[in-house]
């Protein structure tokens, strides 16, 4: 274990505790402070030069002149005191530290003391943290006592998420709960690693607001995808979006919020949208039921009392994406039987008719449903509200369904409020989730429906003679040689020349043959601005463009061999401040925004990867062939994708980005007939 780690796990394992700033005056943080150390497992020592005990515990003026070394130092002090206070702790060989002050205008002097000395350090700006496994209760703010224990690793840059969701009330417990705050040192992925260290952790949900040490993380979760472990994330804000996403088409298509998305997808975390979403997800991951091996195609199925909650659970399902499993003929047959007249065999399943004998009719309709192959997950859509006549139906053929397979069962309720809290008690103390909303519940369904998500651990290996070329050609750049970029990576480019005079420009039709294509240099859209004259098919034409494009963008242009009709795509990497590259594919040409079909990675990606994302795209059809058009090159366009993911892998650190749009793809083959590369700025 590297020098990071052992810090981090002395800091989270505390066994002995100071609690600089210590004070008796009720309801300050120095007294939060000490309620809870008491609470906690870890010895605590008491620190503040103005008492000599509080409530009969000693009271030390300084670190120094405690009787013991500890583990962990909590900082209950104004930001005047706060660096002192932090060099004080580093000099008496303290490994971790708790900063709950903002630390203003002090940052990086702290960040500089705790670096130097290697220690640990939760927050700024923090709740602190609980460590259940061990008992460790390191806050300043109080929270449940006792708080419920479970497999649920939290880790929240949001304090007040942090409270919220340890007096959630819902069915699920902790084994460590951390509030991050600013992460000054201590980071996310530190925190993810302590987690997977510990057999106990069974689901790390993640609330991020300012995602830092991106490749550590993204280490971090592939490594929680290997172990089976769950990740569940829930990002605050997009990522920040640079010029240079403006001037090229895939940052335009990358856009807001979507890095969040590819970085999740690359590393088969499951991403939510709210705290709902959250927080239904982390109850339904938390059961520890899991959709059998080969069961199911990512498709849940419900069971209603009502027909037109059934409708509305069918339209929001819709809108989310969450598919109904197509039900076997078996299944349609074994429910028919079960039904009263007039109710029809579909899912999702309203079953409500007569009322007769409920427990047994909805027990025998999930039984057979969690049976169905093609059912991932079944929920039993109820609204779970108060039953005055005493009737516990409902809960009762949900768990008499648990205790007879271990297949992935819910409770979906629509309206939090109406809940009737000792039913939902009683089912989540005997391992069945109450989803409490009827959107954030069908999308934890969908998400467990979909789990394990498939991650991508192609690697790529850098050519380091090749990089170093493009580094050197990238730090002076001439725009001219984007084509010998693409053709270097093995990206198929259609013949161009550049040219500056007119004898040039005659020159190099010459040689290419002609029709040709001409393109201007003076403009970075340019069929936007009229900087693109197709099939020009002789020297007379090409004179009369040529003066016409030195008049209006300059003299620079390139003459360029004329590519087939085909299908046009777009493929680029862009660089996200935040994310680092990301590869996007959409379809291509001049209506690339307008029509919004894209997708976006995280490389390197495997070729079964590419193929993969191809497919995602709408345009595929036209690839496949359309209306008797001949099927396109597919595996050509795909080495061409997969080319990019290489570029992005040796040269994504020093560009913004690198984009061919569109590569033209036909029968015979594919090839990029326009290509952009912004070199990255330092400014």
């Known amino acids: 274990m590297d020098a990071r780690r052992t810090a981090v796990a002395a800091m989270l394992g505390a066994r002995s505790v100071a609690l600089v700033g210590a004070s008796a005056r009720p309801d300050s943080l120095g007294a939060r402070m000490i309620v809870e ?14 008492y000599s005990d509080i409530d ?26 706060l660096v002192e206070q932090l060099e004080a702790a580093a000099a008496a060989g303290v490994r971790g530290a708790v900063l709950f002050g903002g630390a203003h205008g002090l940052r990086d002097k702290v960040a500089a003391v705790a670096a130097e000395s ?10 602190g943290f609980v460590n259940n496994a061990l008992g460790l209760r390191a806050l300043g703010y109080l929270e449940p006592d006792p708080l419920p224990v479970g497999g649920i690793s939290l880790i929240t840059h949001s304090g007040s998420a942090f409270s919220t969701l340890l007096r959630a009330h819902r ?54 995808a290997e172990q089976g472990v769950p990740v569940i994330v829930l990002p605050v804000g997009g990522s920040p979006t640079g010029r240079v996403f403006v001037a090229a088409h895939s940052g335009a298509l990358a856009g807001e919020g979507t890095a969040w998305r590819a970085f999740c997808e690359s590393v088969g975390a499951v991403m939510v949208g709210d705290l709902a979403e959250f927080t239904d997800t982390i109850e339904l991951f938390a059961a520890g039921r899991r959709p059998r091996d080969g069961v199911g195609s990512g498709a849940i199925a419900t069971v209603h009392d009502s027909g037109a909650e059934r409708a509305l659970t069918a339209d929001v399902a819709h809108t989310l994406g969450v598919e109904f499993a197509d039900l076997s003929p078996k299944t349609v047959e074994s429910i028919s039987d079960l039904l009263d007249d007039g109710l029809v065999t579909a899912n999702p399943l309203d079953v409500w008719g007569t009322g007769a004998d409920t427990r047994r009719l909805f027990r025998a309709c999930l039984r057979v449903l969690t049976d169905d192959p093609e059912v991932a997950v079944t929920a039993l859509a109820v609204d779970l509200v108060t039953e005055y006549d005493g009737d516990t139906a409902y809960a009762d053929a949900v768990l ?35 989803l409490e909303g009827t959107r954030s519940g069908l999308a934890a369904l969908g998400h467990l429906a979909r789990w394990p998500r498939p991650v991508d651990t192609h690697a790529t290996t850098v050519d380091g003679d090749r990089r170093r070329r493009w580094l050197n050609r990238l730090a002076g750049w001439d725009p001219r040689l984007a084509f010998t970029l693409l053709s270097e990576y093995d990206v198929p480019v259609a013949e161009a020349r550049s040219a500056c005079t007119l004898e040039d420009v005659l020159a190099a039709a010459e040689v290419i043959g002609y029709p040709v294509a001409l393109k201007t240099l003076g403009a970075e859209h340019k069929s936007d601005i009229g900087g693109v004259i197709l099939g020009i098919d002789g020297p007379a034409v090409l004179h009369q463009a040529y003066a016409d494009l030195a008049v209006r963008l300059g003299p620079e242009v390139i003459v360029q061999a004329m590519a087939e009709t085909g299908v046009e ?106 290509a952009l590369v912004y070199p990255r700025t330092t400014t």
Not at 57 to 73: G, H
Request: with cysteine; net charge negative.
């Open 37 to 50: 150390a008491r609470r906690s497992s870890a010895r605590m020592h008491l620190v503040n030069p103005r």
């Open 56 to 81: 009969g515990t000693p009271c030390a003026p300084t670190l120094a002149d405690l009787d013991e070394p500890v583990d962990l130092v909590l900082l209950g002090v104004p930001d005047s005191a």
């Open 118 to 127: 290697g220690m640990a350090l939760c927050g700024a700006g923090c709740m």
């Open 171 to 224: 069915g699920f417990g902790f084994r460590m709960a951390v509030s991050s705050g600013q992460e000054l040192v201590t980071d996310a992925a530190d925190y993810v690693e302590y987690a997977l260290d510990d057999p106990g952790t069974d689901v790390v949900a993640l609330l991020l607001e300012s995602p830092r040490a991106m490749p550590r993380l993204r280490s971090a979760l592939l490594r929680a």
């Open 400 to 434: 008499d369904v648990a205790s007879d397979t271990p297949a992935p069962l819910a409770v979906l309720t629509s309206v939090p409020s109406a809940v009737d809290r000792a039913t939902a008690d009683r089912l989540r103390s005997n391992g069945i989730p109450v």
């Open 569 to 674: 795509i777009s493929v680029g990497i862009v660089r996200d401040a935040v994310f680092g590259p990301l590869l996007v594919l959409a379809a291509g040409g001049t209506l690339v925004e307008v029509l919004a079909d894209r997708v976006v990675t995280v490389p390197p990606v495997s070729p079964k990867r590419v193929l993969e994302l191809l497919a995602g795209l709408r345009v595929k059809k036209m690839l496949d062939g359309w209306r008797g058009s001949a099927p396109a090159d597919v595996l050509a366009v795909a080495r061409a994708i997969a080319a990019f993911s290489t570029i992005a892998t040796e040269l994504g650190d020093a560009v913004e980005a690198v984009e061919a749009n569109p590569i033209v793809v036909t029968a015979a083959g594919a090839v990029a007939v326009d």
